[in-house]
């Protein structure tokens, strides 16, 4: 059968940088750092006492008074995200069709801090008394539900869950789902709002977050010797993505085309990659097979670049495997060493990165390296965009994000042409 073409009509965010897609683009193209002291609980005792934080949010932009204790603060993010996209895309909500609209809305952890709060407040001696809105909040499908009954669409409506590489698995489902017929338009996104005790108290058990409390802007360091682990993010990114010929023969503005994704596990360890980028390397031969694109015509890959010691080695192995001598000729850059890592949503926002990257032709770079901070494991003949964005030609841009438990997944945006 003739698949369908996949184009990008609309954009919104909420990230530690700005809470839309215009201030968090500029912020990441100055190359500032969206992490600071964490304020949204006391992390006085805690290893780590620093996050990336999504500032100044007030979820009454989007719900009723008595509607914010329902929701949990991942899906505030993704309301805030969603309705920028909606809005953006200019779809007549009067007009369309309802039934071929749907909603992947992802999260690898969902309501963690309402689980929290929960479970702390739970008294074994009066017994069980628990908030009736509490599974409800939790449950990290929820964000897709909620906007599918705020909006009224009908079309297909879930949730992915594969920890960091959530919300990448959740646009290469929408964007067969699009290529296949199966509906008009896909609401795709991913929230996450893990900066709370668990969660920095859960990932600093691991030994996954930097300890760097001395100097929190410059702790996400991306393929710097120096670096110590991620820097945990909070926040939500959303695309519209369109069916071809119904996004133009509704005059839709059209940033870019999604043209293939690809999956792969590491089948290594249950939270490290593996050492040699098997799982990586895989995965971008699969986009690249899915989009029918030689890797020469790629320009930019958003790596998935956590600024863990072994992940970042792994991940820079695994793309001088798969694009040769052309590795040397793309930029690449990890948009964490601004935003921290988002987990769930991370992909999301790195694609969406992408895609300003192909509409504005510039790279964002990499922050937080210094000349005398190198790893001898890792090539620096390859252009990390350090500390400076660069303009370029970016025709085709490739985003990787990988998850706990070895899942992988890559998604390709390109500019769109008749």
């Known amino acids: 059968m003739d698949l369908k073409r996949v184009v990008v009509t609309g954009l919104g965010a909420v990230t530690p940088l700005g809470k839309s897609v215009a201030e968090t683009w500029a912020n990441l193209l100055e190359g500032k750092s969206g992490c600071a002291p964490i304020t949204l609980f006391d992390a006085s005792k805690f290893k780590t006492q620093f996050a990336c ?3 100044d949010f007030d979820p009454l932009l989007y719900f009723e008074k008595k509607e914010v204790r329902k929701v949990d603060r991942y899906t505030q993010f993704a309301f805030a995200a969603a309705s920028e996209a909606i809005k953006d895309c200019g779809i007549d909500l009067e007009t369309e069709d309802k039934n071929r609209i749907g909603v992947i809305y992802s999260s690898g952890i969902g309501g963690i801090k309402t689980f929290h709060e929960e479970t702390m407040g739970y008294d074994p001696e009066v017994g069980p008394r628990y908030n009736p809105f509490f599974i409800p909040k939790m449950i990290s499908d929820i964000a897709a539900g909620q906007l599918s009954i705020h909006y009224g669409f009908h079309g297909p409506n879930y949730g992915t869950v594969s920890a960091c590489a959530s919300s990448t698995h959740g646009m290469i489902d929408a964007f067969n789902l699009l290529r296949l017929g199966k509906a008009n338009i896909m609401v795709v996104g991913g929230a996450e709002a893990a900066v709370a005790e668990p969660g920095v108290g859960g990932f600093n058990a691991m030994k996954a977050l930097s300890t ?3 100097d929190p802007e410059h702790a996400s360091r991306p393929f710097s010797a ?9 926040g939500s990114g959303c695309l519209i993505l369109e069916e071809l010929e119904h996004a133009k023969a509704r005059g839709a503005r059209i940033y870019a085309e999604v043209v293939g994704g690809g999956m792969s596990a590491d089948a290594y360890h249950l939270t490290a990659t593996h050492p040699e980028g098997l799982g990586a390397k895989l995965v971008m031969e699969a986009a690249l097979e899915d989009a029918n694109l030689k890797p020469e015509d790629i320009d930019y890959i958003n790596v998935h670049g956590t600024s863990t010691p072994v992940g970042d080695r792994s991940e820079a192995k695994a793309i001088q495997q798969v694009f040769g001598d ?3 000729k793309l930029n690449i850059s990890s948009t964490k060493s601004m935003t921290g890592h988002l987990l ?12 300003k990257a192909v509409e504005c032709d510039i790279v964002p770079p990499t922050i937080n390296h210094e000349e005398d901070d190198k790893d001898p494991e890792i090539d620096y003949n390859l252009n990390f965009t350090f500390n400076k964005a660069q303009k370029r030609q970016v025709r085709a841009a490739l985003s990787n994000t990988f998850g706990f438990g070895g899942h992988n997944g890559s998604i390709i945006v390109k500019k769109y042409e008749e």
């Open 53 to 55: 934080e999504v500032k």
């Open 212 to 214: 760097r409390n001395d």
């Open 226 to 234: 120096s670096r110590d682990g991620f820097v945990i993010g909070e």
């Open 326 to 328: 052309w590795a040397y």
């Open 344 to 355: 769930g949503a991370a992909g999301a926002v790195e694609a969406l990165i992408c895609v």
